[in-house]
Each structure stands twice: as structure tokens, then as C-alpha cells.
């Protein structure tokens, strides 16, 4: 047939059952949850990034 996971034909199908199942107006509300599960998701590594930089710095500062 095509190469690829995720064709057009198949996002639109993805599109079509999401829209049967939760109604043209619970999408806004799950594009923002999503979106703020991104943010956090995101948010979380940049402070573990953080806090592995600063026990670097600590590390290298003892004798």
C-alpha cells in the first residue's frame, strides 16, 4: 500500500472516531488539558536537567 505509520487517509480516520466519541465540544477542553500536560511534562525535565547541573557544580567544588 504506502510507506509510513501515519498517513493522511489514517489521521483523518483517527479525527473522525475522536469526534464521534467525544463531540465537537469536549475537543477544546482536551486540546487544553493536553497542551498543559505538555507544558508540565516539559517543565518536569528542565528542572531535573536543572538539578543534575547543579549536583555537578557541587561535586566539582568539593575537595
Known sequence: MGR???QPM???L???I????FGP???PELGESLGKSIRG???AMAEKDDDKVEAKKIEE???
Open 4 to 6: 509510513g505509520l501515519f
Open 10 to 12: 489514517h489521521l483523518l
Open 14 to 16: 483517527i479525527l473522525v
Open 18 to 21: 475522536v469526534l464521534v466519541i
Open 25 to 27: 465540544g469536549k475537543l
Open 41 to 43: 511534562f516539559k517543565k
Open 61 to 63: 567544588k568539593k575537595p
